[in-house]
T-cell receptor, first 114, second 112 residues
Framework: KAGVTQTPRYLIKTRGQQVTLSCSPI?????VSWYQQTPGQGLQFLFE???????NKGNFPGRFSGRQFSNSRSEMNVSTLELGDSALYLC?????????????FGPGTRLTVT | QQQVKQSPQSLIVQKGGISIINCAYE??????FPWYQQFPGKGPALLIA?????SEKKEGRFTISFNKSAKQFSLHIMDSQPGDSATYLC???????????FGTGTQLKVEL
């Protein structure tokens, strides 16, 4: 079974621009979560989508948003990029509905904001 | 507010030795505690996980010990190998859910 895939793997953007990252979950997984990983703050939860609805949200500004499609694929968008948004963005999928919800991570998208 | 504190930040162990990484949590509602292993340039990979109704869980060379009263849990890696050199992340969630709160990570190096 293929793992979680994320595209693109690397991205360089300029301050003020916006960016869209994509995540394809493991086949059959209906929940997709997004995390931000930085050297200073570590791994932080952004949000979770299940059945095209946001189910959980972390403490990030409204510039960070996401959505999920009917095939469970998900995208996250960051608008008005800031230098501090430079990070590894990780997507994780899980078989929602089966406790505990083991999460499997993708390789991440490395975003650099200049 | 850091809800999961992880120590040490870095660890050097000799091949064949035991690596021990500790985590402490504050939120008593946490009921699912996974450990992840992350290699440079890769996403975290689930290693082993435990729920608070058991005090220990073992999978191969990896063991989680859980102390509910002390609100602590630890990862033991027996017979540590150079291939185990990676960053280890503890995490916790409530309701076994997908909002994982992570520790700050431990960079493990296993020397020959």
């Amino acid at each position: 079974k293929a793992g979680v895939t994320q595209t693109p793997r690397y991205l360089i953007k300029t301050r003020g621009q916006q960016v869209t990252l994509s995540c394809s979950p493991i086949s059959g997984h209906r929940s997709v979560s997004w995390y931000q990983q930085t050297p200073g703050q570590g791994l932080q939860f952004l949000f979770e989508y299940f059945s095209e609805t946001q189910r959980n949200k972390g403490n990030f500004p409204g510039r960070f948003s996401g959505r999920q499609f009917s095939n469970s694929r998900s995208e996250m968008n960051v608008s008005t990029l800031e230098l501090g948004d430079s990070a590894l963005y990780l997507c994780a999928s899980s078989l929602a509905g089966q406790f505990p919800y083991e999460q499997y991570f993708g390789p991440g998208t490395r975003l650099t904001v200049t | 507010q850091q809800q999961v504190k992880q120590s040490p930040q870095s660890l050097i162990v000799q091949k064949g030795g035991i690596s021990i990484i500790n985590c402490a949590y504050e939120n008593t509602a946490f009921d699912y505690f996974p450990w992840y292993q992350q290699f440079p340039g890769k996403g975290p990979a689930l290693l082993i996980a435990i729920r608070p109704d058991v005090s220990e869980k073992k999978e191969g060379r990896f063991t989680i010990s859980f102390n509910k009263s002390a609100k602590q849990f630890s990862l033991h890696i027996m017979d540590s190998q150079p291939g185990d050199s990676a960053t280890y992340l503890c995490a916790a969630s409530t309701g076994g859910g997908n909002k994982l709160t992570f520790g700050t990570g431990t960079q493990l190096k296993v020397e020959l």
